[in-house]
């Protein structure tokens, strides 16, 4: 996987004030606002044909914008019924190809759900999951980062420690953390500097500072109950503490990619752009 020069900001999809809507359009209109970074949404279907992924490549290229891709929502890597599990396994493959075809960096994925089993059970068979789709990859040689997602729901697989683990034992594997989605898992818990500095630590620890060097992070404000996330909000809306977050994330010289996933995608990925380019260290 090539190297990220430098933590970058940008939006989870075509940004909302693009006047024509195309991908291509849209990388552009990004550079245009100032922002550096842009998720493909293959969230409903990978329907991005090789022949427009190579274009894609070009204009990204040309305009200095980095590509990540979050894969169809409809995946359960513990599925009871192998059928879905194969599909799963499929539409995360299809994603990664088409965003190694765009030049892309980084694909992310929800894993699946506990469906009340035992944790462990379910750790080793998404993890099995996971080691096929990185074999299928490497065999294709498609070089992009495999990412489970910090899931917002404690029904959901995909809680820090699995994460870690997982990327331990896997290769080509690192998490999504979803900064939002902490924060509602845990019932409003994950606010603070201490608890940021506690999880990137933690990272750095059991994974070296590639780690750090090769973030893709979600943020954004986000409504949540008991159950944990309900649907995200703009930062300024939230109770989210965006901005001591920002600080944690300059103090650890984290490079990557912060993706924003407000509703108002683009006004908050500057706004996070803007305020990190102001934090002294």
């Not at 995360?92 to 992310?108: F, K, M, N, P, T």
């Not at 993706?259 to 934090?279: C, Q, V, W």
Request: hydrophobic share 40%.
């Amino acid at each position: 996987m090539f190297k990220v020069d430098r933590l970058r900001f940008g939006t989870a999809g075509i940004p909302i004030s693009t006047p024509k809507r195309s991908t291509i359009d849209g990388i552009i209109h990004v550079r245009n606002l100032g922002l550096d970074a842009m998720e493909l949404e293959f969230v409903r279907g990978v329907n991005l044909k090789p022949e427009l992924a190579k274009k894609i490549k070009y204009v990204a290229k040309k305009h200095d914008v980095l590509l990540t891709a979050h894969a169809p929502y409809y995946i359960n890597l513990n599925a009871a019924e192998k059928a879905k599990v194969e599909a799963s396994k499929k539409r995360i493959i299809q994603s990664a190809e088409r965003l190694y075809d765009a030049g892309g960096w980084s694909v992310v994925f929800h894993a699946g759900y506990y469906l009340k089993q035992d944790p462990a059970k379910v750790y080793e068979r998404i993890k099995g999951e996971i080691k096929d789709i990185v074999t299928t990859l490497q065999d294709r040689g498609i070089e992009v980062w495999i990412r489970p997602e910090l899931t917002g729901k404690p029904t959901q697989f995909g809680d820090l420690k699995e994460l870690v683990r997982l990327s331990e034992e896997l290769e080509m594997v690192l998490p999504t953390i979803d900064f939002a989605h902490a924060h509602a898992r845990n019932k409003g818990k994950c606010n603070t500097v201490e608890e940021w500095r506690e999880m990137l630590s933690f990272m750095e620890d059991r994974l070296g500072r590639e780690a750090l060097d090769n973030m893709h992070i979600h943020i954004s404000g986000i409504n949540y109950t008991a159950k944990g996330e309900r649907n995200h909000l703009n930062l300024q809306e939230s109770d989210m503490n965006w901005e001591d977050l920002l600080r944690v994330l300059k103090e650890f010289r984290v490079k990557g990619v912060v993706i924003s996933e407000s509703p108002n995608i683009e006004g908050d990925a500057l706004l996070m752009k803007k305020k990190y380019e102001e934090i002294k260290i």
